[in-house]
T-cell receptor, first 113, second 117 residues
Framework: AQSVSQHNHHVILSEAASLELGCNYS??????LFWYVQYPGQHLQLLLK??????LVKGIKGFEAEFIKSKFSFNLRKPSVQWSDTAEYFC???????????FGTGTKLQVIP | DTGVSQNPRHKITKRGQNVTFRCDPI?????LYWYRQTLGQGPEFLTY????????KSRLLSDRFSAERPKGSFSTLEIQRTEQGDSAMYLC???????????????FGQGTRLTVV
């Protein structure tokens, strides 16, 4: 069974700071990888996804993530955060060919103006 | 609004009562998923449907839980004899898979928050 580990539970940054949120998964086979974001009071929304191809994936709102297969990692990055990025971020994985998506416990990002 | 719709948004029930939640997926989506999210945790997979067929169920889904998707459209999740441990946010998501489209992301609804008192 797959599992996902998000290292940071709560991150506080000032506006314009750079962001990197860690995500590691455990699964021996081929995976699809996702980052979802949940803004306060809103539903989960997809930020970006990796299925195959270029391991550097660009998503919405200036976010990107890099899949490093040897490290089982899929870290999320943004060069300069904004106050509006304050939200909870979830890394998720599913084994290719299966429907169950396993989520990490989430990282709450607070951006201070 | 063409997103995933869940009703009710909030439900407070007494322990031992039955509750039913409804999910209306995005209209052309053939896959529908139920997840549960408790405080401080990410969503946990409960079950999924392809059209009307329930193809996978998590061990988290005890005998008190049942989900249906008649006619492959909306879905209901029923919890019988609720317990305080059932208090959580219940999320529904939908996606489309067909033809050459094998890998698609799921779109989530806003969830139903259940409180069992």
């Amino acid at each position: 069974a797959q599992s996902v580990s998000q290292h940071n539970h709560h991150v506080i940054l000032s506006e314009a700071a750079s962001l990197e949120l860690g995500c590691n998964y455990s699964y021996g086979g081929t995976v699809n990888l996702f980052w979802y974001v949940q803004y306060p009071g809103q539903h989960l929304q997809l930020l970006l996804k990796y299925f195959s191809g270029d391991p550097l994936v660009k998503g919405i709102k200036g976010f990107e993530a890099e899949f490093i297969k040897s490290k089982f990692s899929f870290n999320l990055r943004k060069p300069s955060v904004q106050w509006s990025d304050t939200a909870e971020y979830f890394c998720a994985v599913n084994a290719r060919g299966y429907q169950k998506v396993t989520f990490g416990t989430g990282t709450k990002l607070q951006v201070i103006p | 609004d063409t997103g995933v719709s869940q009703n009710p948004r909030h439900k407070i029930t007494k322990r031992g009562q039955n509750v039913t939640f409804r999910c209306d997926p995005i209209s052309e989506h053939n896959r529908l998923y139920w997840y549960r999210q408790t405080l401080g945790q990410g969503p946990e997979f409960l079950t999924y449907f392809q059209n009307e067929a329930q193809l996978e169920k998590s061990r988290l889904l005890s005998d008190r839980f049942s989900a249906e998707r008649p006619k492959g459209s909306f879905s209901t999740l029923e919890i019988q004899r609720t317990e305080q441990g059932d208090s959580a946010m219940y999320l529904c998501a939908s996606s489309f898979t067909g033809g050459l489209t094998l890998n698609t992301e799921a779109f989530f609804g806003q969830g139903t928050r259940l409180t069992v008192v």
